[in-house]
């Protein structure tokens, strides 16, 4: 059974520009999350989808937004990059909402 | 709002050693607890949950973890820990909705570095 699968697993992106991270979910699941993970924070929750729909929210700027698609796969935008954006951005699924997730690799993503 | 307080950053220890990682959590509401683990240069692996029914929850390579609710406490256990298992393990809550089910988000603790050392 295929994990969770994060494409790219690293990205370069110069400061302003927008950058797009993708998730494919494990089949079956339907419910797909984001997190950013930095030294600093540490792991912090972005959104979560459900059903195509956006279930909850973190505590981030618009600069910040995702989707989800029918098949489940999801991708997080993010817009006008700055330097504190470099982080490790993690996708992780579940079949339905908090029954424990399953992480993908990650996206390391570095802002110069 | 809900927290998760890892006691220690960083904890040392001798192969075929117990060890106990504590992770305490501050909530107002029921709550599903987890304890994950990542290697470097990967992603999260779910090591144990707690969702209801036995405190007492024994999840993969060895690993177990109690849940005591007076205390607010999901402390991480292992009897005798190999080189294998260094690594930073994260505790991490899932507050419930009143009417049932999950608020899905987790909220993680900083994190705990074990370090097994031969």
């Known amino acids: 059974k295929a994990g969770v699968t994060q494409t790219p697993r690293y990205l370069i992106k110069t400061r302003g520009q927008q950058v797009t991270l993708s998730c494919s979910p494990i089949s079956g699941h339907r419910s797909v999350s984001w997190y950013q993970q930095t030294p600093g924070q540490g792991l912090q929750f972005l959104f979560e989808?459900?059903?195509?729909?956006?279930?909850n929210k973190g505590n981030f700027p618009g600069r910040f937004s995702g989707r989800q698609f029918s098949n489940s796969r999801s991708e997080m935008n993010v817009s006008t990059l700055e330097l504190g954006d470099s982080a490790l951005y993690l996708c992780?699924?579940?079949?339905?909402?908090?029954?424990?997730?399953?992480f993908g690799s990650g996206t390391r993503l570095t802002v110069v | 709002a809900q927290s998760v307080t890892q006691l220690d950053s960083q904890v040392p220890v001798f192969e075929e050693a117990p060890v106990e990682l504590r992770c305490n959590y501050s909530?107002?509401?029921?709550?599903?607890l987890f304890w994950y683990v990542q290697y470097p240069n990967q992603g999260l692996q779910l090591l144990l949950k707690?969702?209801?029914?036995?405190?007492l929850v024994k999840g993969i390579n060895g690993f177990e973890a109690e849940f005591n609710k007076s205390q607010t406490s999901f402390h991480l256990r292992k009897p005798s820990v190999h080189i294998s298992d260094t690594a930073e393990y994260f505790c991490a809550v899932s507050e419930l909705r009143f009417y049932g089910g999950s608020q899905g988000n987790l909220i993680f603790g900083k994190g705990t570095k074990l370090s097994v050392k031969p």
């Open positions: 909530s107002s509401v029921s709550v599903y």
């Open positions: 989808y459900f059903s195509e729909t956006q279930r």
């Open positions: 707690y969702l209801s029914g036995s405190t």
């Open positions: 992780a699924s579940s079949w339905t909402v908090g029954y424990g997730y399953t």
